[in-house]
């Protein structure tokens, strides 16, 4: 079936580097992504999204790139920081327009003080 | 921040018992969700709805049911707990309409533990 994985399950970076996280979907059709952040015990949070006519969306201190060609997501974050130490999902829409979310598997993101 | 609420956030219980878990959201959104969570693993969707008196089986088979009766709520029973029903539940709740409304919002998540 078609699912949506992360390379690396766990990533660790120094505070202040930036920090990539990247994720490879398999539907071509999936027409809508989204970068999750879970912080030990909680539901999963907002970060980003981004549609599929796009190739980059920014916000504040992450960017999401999308490209189509290779069906591959990541999520970059600038200047980690210690809160950002978190499990990071990346979300496709697979359902169409019934917009059911496929989640990938996480990578955890460790950062060093 | 989101404005929907899971309760109770741990429950031991013992095999065969019968068990509710809460979510309930303030935000009006007609569509909500429940998944299933293993640590460290991905969210598996176990049932959906899309509005009152609308449920639907997620991608997950689950022995759990699910219900609907108000906006705002959308319980999940399990009639007769077992170890393997032992995980973290997450509901989570968007709007109806176009893809950017489609951002689900979580709890916090109910954390089972079957004995």
């Known amino acids: 079936g078609e699912s949506v994985g992360l390379h690396l399950p766990t990533l660790s970076v120094q505070e202040g580097d930036n920090s990539i996280i990247n994720c490879a979907y398999s539907?071509?059709?999936?027409?809508?992504f989204i970068w999750y952040k879970q912080e030990s015990g909680k539901g999963p949070q907002f970060i980003i999204d981004?549609?599929?006519?796009?190739d980059k969306r920014q916000g504040q201190r992450v960017t999401v790139l999308l490209n189509k060609t290779v069906k591959h997501l990541s999520l970059q974050i600038a200047a980690t920081q210690p809160g950002d130490s978190a499990v990071y999902f990346c979300?496709?829409?697979?359902?169409?327009?019934?917009?059911?979310?496929?989640f990938g598997k996480g990578t955890l993101l460790t950062v060093n003080p | 921040e989101a404005d929907i609420y899971q309760t109770p956030r741990y429950l031991v219980i013992g095999t065969g018992k019968k068990i509710t878990l809460e979510c309930s959201q303030t935000?009006?959104?007609?569509?909500m969700y429940w998944y299933q969570q293993d640590p460290g693993m991905e969210l598996h969707l176990i049932h959906y709805?899309?509005?009152?008196?609308?449920?639907e089986k997620g991608d997950l088979s689950s022995e759990s049911t699910v219900s609907r009766i108000r906006t705002e709520h959308f319980p999940l029973t399990l009639e007769s707990a077992r170890p393997s029903h032992t995980s973290q539940y997450l509901c989570?709740?968007?709007?109806?309409?176009?893809?950017?409304?489609?951002?689900?919002?979580f709890g916090a998540g109910t954390r089972l533990s079957v004995l």
């Open positions: 935000m009006g959104h007609d569509k």
């Open positions: 981004i549609r599929s006519n796009m």
């Open positions: 979300a496709e829409n697979s359902g169409g327009s019934n917009y059911k979310l496929t």
């Open positions: 709805s899309y509005g009152v008196n609308s449920t």
């Open positions: 989570a709740s968007s709007e109806t309409g176009t893809l950017a409304k489609n951002i689900q919002y």
């Open positions: 539907n071509s059709a999936s027409d809508y």
